[in-house]
């Protein structure tokens, strides 16, 4: 066997220097993220203010159809959310929305997912990808839950569009786990006829990666298996809902602590845990879930619509 050229590195330490430089990036994306939310000039409003001011005359009052103008969008919107506590008669607590953040961001997805990604893995490997799913994961989503208001508030994003936003995927792919019990699944074009898809294998998962490493962690095991995008869209419109309601987003940040600590848990003691549950009862519990996930879209497409309604009145008044 010949010798390796003194200029190449051994395989371990290339893979050492691709994991360096992969936590680099990650690390600039957050970085780009808060710099996006706290550093974008207050002055940048919607299209349809800037169109406003362009043609309203010297002197005249702009502010006929809001009474903060300083306000965005979203807070304009979001004031509006007790009204609609006050008429389902609902408190609106923090604690009550820990099964959709459960649901959205938690763990019983995580851990059929988990396996399959590191059927193959070492065990030293294994629990590696678990930590930094973990640490990438809870960075993300720590960011979005102090910073994210600033950037609905910026961009001035109404509430209602990202409501309506994350119902719709939510919706979308729920639908499609439901439909995939029946061999639906070509009501979205993924299904390919003529290979050998019979009726018993409609919906069949890709095999396992064959050497499995830290490049699964970015994608798909954080996103957008642990951080759904619809996942992160509710995230962002809680940690605004939170501040405007109650003041503080604390609580808000020590459940979804909780709900990051339980995905790490479940991605180190997937194998045990399986052991005892055994895998149709995960997979009845995920078309369960399903259901209720598809049902949890479609009312947050009707709350979008109920503000809407909302603000509509007002401006009318």
């Known amino acids: 066997m010949r010798p390796a050229a003194p200029h190449q590195r051994p395989p371990a330490e290339r893979l050492e220097a691709a994991a360096c430089l992969g936590w680099l990036g990650r690390l600039l994306a957050l970085a780009l993220l808060a710099v996006l939310?706290?550093?974008?000039?207050?002055?940048?409003?919607?299209?349809?203010q800037a169109?406003?001011?362009?043609?309203?005359?010297?002197?005249?009052?702009?502010?006929?159809l809001t009474e903060l103008p300083s306000a965005s969008a979203f807070e304009a919107q979001a004031k509006l959310i007790p009204k609609l506590r006050?008429?389902?008669?609902?408190?609106?607590?923090?604690r009550g929305l820990v099964p959709i953040l459960?649901?959205?961001?938690?763990?019983?997805?995580?851990?059929?997912a988990f396996l399959r990604l590191t059927a193959r893995a070492s065990e030293p490997m294994r629990r590696r990808i678990a930590w930094n799913g973990f640490l990438l994961s809870t960075a993300t989503v720590l960011v979005l839950a102090l910073f994210g208001y600033?950037?609905?508030?910026?961009?001035?994003?109404?509430l209602t569009a990202i409501l309506a936003s994350a119902g719709l995927v939510m919706m979308l792919v729920a639908l499609r786990v439901v439909l995939a019990q029946y061999g639906d699944d070509d009501v979205f074009g993924d299904h390919h006829h003529g290979q050998g898809d019979g009726p018993e294998q409609p919906h069949a998962l890709p095999p396992p990666p064959e050497n499995p490493g830290l490049d699964l962690v970015v994608q798909p095991l954080v996103f957008p298996i642990i951080l759904t995008p619809y996942g992160l869209a509710v995230v962002i419109t809680l940690s605004s809902l939170v501040r405007e309601l109650e003041g503080s987003p604390a609580t808000l940040i020590a459940i979804l602590l909780v709900i990051m600590v339980l995905n790490l848990l479940a991605m180190l003691f997937a194998?045990?845990?399986l052991a005892v549950i055994r895998p149709?009862?995960?997979?009845?519990?995920?078309l369960v879930l399903g259901i209720i996930q598809l049902s949890l879209g479609i009312g947050l497409l009707f709350t979008?619509?109920?503000v809407q309604a909302l603000a509509i009145q007002e401006l009318l008044h």
């Open 37 to 48: 939310a706290v550093g974008i000039p207050a002055s940048l409003g919607s299209p349809a």
């Open 102 to 112: 459960i649901l959205m961001v938690g763990t019983i997805k995580v851990i059929p």
């Open 271 to 273: 194998r045990p845990i």
């Open 150 to 158: 600033r950037l609905l508030a910026k961009f001035n994003i109404p």
């Open 304 to 306: 979008a619509v109920e």
């Open 51 to 64: 169109a406003t001011a362009a043609v309203a005359p010297t002197g005249v009052p702009t502010t006929t």
């Open 280 to 286: 149709r009862v995960l997979q009845m519990l995920a």
């Open 86 to 94: 006050q008429f389902y008669g609902g408190s609106g607590a923090v």
